[in-house]
């Protein structure tokens, strides 16, 4: 009965979001998409980075954590294990989506802490970041949304701000969504917030999405013994709609 409503409330603040959203034209120039977690890039952006490649846009990822945390009192994965494989997974998600290995770069932050960093690692981890947009030359940033409702996702976009503050004040910032894609709360906060949220559609492309997201199986494929995915089956159907919704900003 719980999924249920969810799923009824869900659709109907998606059908909110759906009536307010304005078009989306998306950046033609170089993009960088920065990721707390290994799958992010994919639940988000795929739908972006797949029609960015398509016509001969340049991308580049920035995975922030090494997403060693999704997995926590697993009796086989351990971190170490978790992070490896995490990041392999990642790589292969972007050669579906059209991206070499040179494209990605993995700070390898601690996954769940993001937001706790000593603050000498989180100057670092600005530094580094800064670095990379830097290198990178990118019209258009896209990092997750502060109304994600994660405290990871939030902390990133943060992270984001504090490294484009040295940098020229041209380059686009844009959120995008994951859990709040999930959460019929954060939808429908999302869906009356201003500005408005734009809405990127790609039809056809969606079986790609799926197959890129599909490459991060230690999320959405069950690890023995566990019987389950630590992602839940409702949580992955979220995305399988040919849409994504992004929400400009600027600096404070």
């Known amino acids: 009965m719980k999924t249920t409503a ?21 950046p033609a120039g170089p993009l960088l998409i920065v990721a707390p977690h290994p799958d992010d890039e994919c639940l988000g952006c795929a739908g972006l980075l797949l029609r960015h490649r398509r016509t001969g846009g340049r991308a580049r990822i920035v995975f922030l954590t090494d997403g060693s945390a999704s997995h926590p009192g697993h009796p086989v994965l351990n971190p170490q294990t ?11 998600a972007a050669r579906r989506l059209g991206l070499d290995p040179d494209d990605l770069v993995f700070l390898g ?61 041209a380059i686009r910032r844009f959120e995008y969504l994951v859990w709040a894609v999930y959460s019929p709360r954060h939808l429908l906060r999302i869906a009356l917030a201003s500005p408005a949220p734009r809405r990127l559609r790609f039809p056809g492309l969606g079986p790609a999405k799926q197959h890129a997201l599909a490459a991060h199986e230690s999320q959405f494929l069950p690890s023995p013994p566990w019987p389950d995915a630590v992602q839940p089956r409702d ?17 404070r």
């Open 109 to 169: 932050l601690p996954d769940g802490r993001l937001p706790h960093l000593p603050k000498h690692q989180h100057a670092d981890a600005v530094r580094r970041l800064a670095h990379e947009i830097g290198r990178a030359a990118p019209e258009s940033v896209f990092v997750t949304s502060l109304r994600d409702g994660s405290s990871e996702h939030a902390a990133a976009r943060e992270l984001v701000d504090e490294a484009l503050a040295g940098l020229p004040s």
């Open 6 to 26: 969810r799923r009824a409330l869900r659709f109907a603040a998606l059908l909110l979001l759906r009536a307010r959203a304005l078009p989306f034209a998306a």
């Open 82 to 92: 978790l992070a490896t494989r995490r990041s392999a997974e990642a790589i292969e």
């Open 235 to 251: 949580f992955a159907n979220a995305f399988s709609t040919e849409e994504e919704y992004f929400i400009e900003y600027h600096s």
